[in-house]
């Protein structure tokens, strides 16, 4: 990974935290900052582009009448 990488890398770490209000320490922002671009691309494979647009399944009813 380029310098240029690691600085995109950084601040797309850098904003999913602070999206999600997440404080972490420095040695934990490393660690995803080094852990993103695997994650990401493991995401990737399990993604099904067939299902792209398709709706989910409901899991439960939409009342609580049995």
């Not at 990488?5 to 922002?29: I, M, P, Q, Y």
């Given at each position: 990974?380029?310098?240029?990488?690691?600085?995109?890398?950084?601040?797309?770490?850098?904003?999913?935290?602070?999206?999600a209000?997440?404080?972490?320490?420095?040695?934990?922002?490393?660690?995803?900052?080094?852990?993103?671009?695997i994650?990401?691309?493991?995401?990737?494979?399990?993604?099904?582009?067939?299902?792209?647009?398709?709706?989910?399944?409901?899991?439960?009813?939409?009342?609580?009448?049995?």
């Amino acid at each position: 990974m380029t310098d240029h990488d690691t600085k995109d890398v950084a601040a797309t770490v850098d904003h999913l935290l602070a999206v999600a209000g997440l404080t972490v320490t420095e040695a934990e922002r490393d660690y995803f900052i080094r852990a993103y671009p695997i994650l990401r691309e493991s995401l990737q494979h399990l993604r099904i582009p067939e299902a792209r647009d398709a709706e989910p399944a409901p899991i439960y009813p939409a009342d609580n009448r049995r």
